[in-house]
């Protein structure tokens, strides 16, 4: 399996609920990110993690909780969201050595989150 | 402060017609990275290129071309005979500096291409 796959690809929770995203790559990147796509924003950057270690935390609410216990895996914990938290949650992975600038993003097919 | 416009929300064209997406950058760094990704349906965003502001050469990619032109501050994208194939949601965006780990996005232009 090649690339970056999030699962699930859908979810419905209600404001109560607890659950998690999770996000895995085979590319052999040591950064990892999580994006948040509102309908007609821009894709708001959550967090980074640059082996293992956060360096960047948008001022994200703390109801989402980031994990990424190595450099392939990452997952998003979620609990007692708001409707408004509903969006296409994408993950992405890089190279980080050199920045973006040399070592593009690439994005999984996100899941799909609606809060009720 | 950083910014990408993409002030074409949504065009449709039909197919084999040539299209235009256009893509205002604002920065003040000398030093920075445009990039153009593809969302199709199914939701990934697909990375089609890379441009560093050092190098304003055109450039093309069978029926993919890209315009950078420094001195307006743009980086339009041009689908030569579109296909179906080529409906999706695509997004500009910008990074600066050696080592940075954001990226700005545009906001985005929704493609049809009609039949």
């Known amino acids: 399996e090649t690339g970056v796959t999030q699962t699930p690809r859908h979810l419905v929770m209600g404001m109560t609920n607890k659950k998690s995203l999770k996000c895995e790559q085979h590319?052999?990147?040591?950064?990892m990110y999580w994006y948040k796509q509102s309908a007609k924003k821009p894709l708001e950057l959550m967090f980074v993690y640059n082996f293992k270690e956060q360096t960047e935390n948008n001022s994200v609410p703390s109801r989402f909780s980031p994990e990424c216990p190595n450099s392939s895996h990452l997952f998003l914990h979620l609990h007692t969201l708001q409707p408004e938290d509903s969006a296409l949650y994408l993950c992405?992975?890089?190279?980080?050595?050199?920045?973006?600038?040399?070592?593009?993003?690439?994005f999984g097919n996100g899941t799909r989150l609606t809060v009720t | 402060a950083q910014k990408v416009t993409q002030a074409q929300t949504e065009i449709s064209v039909v197919e084999k017609e040539d299209v235009t997406l256009d893509c205002v950058y604002e920065?003040?760094?000398?030093?920075?990275?445009l990039f153009w990704y593809k969302q199709p349906p199914s939701g990934e965003l697909v990375f089609l290129i890379r441009?560093?502001?050092?190098?304003?050469q055109n450039e093309i990619s069978g029926r993919y071309s890209w315009n950078f032109q420094k001195s307006t501050s743009s980086f339009n994208f041009t689908i030569t005979a579109s296909q179906v194939v080529d409906s999706a949601v695509y997004f500009c965006a910008l990074t600066t500096n050696f080592g940075n780990e954001k990226l700005t996005f545009g906001t985005g232009t929704r493609l049809t291409i009609i039949p």
């Open positions: 590319l052999g990147h040591n950064a």
């Open positions: 920065t003040r760094d000398t030093t920075y990275y």
């Open positions: 441009r560093n502001s050092f190098d304003e």
């Open positions: 992405a992975s890089s190279h980080q050595t050199g920045g973006l600038g040399n070592s593009p993003l690439h």
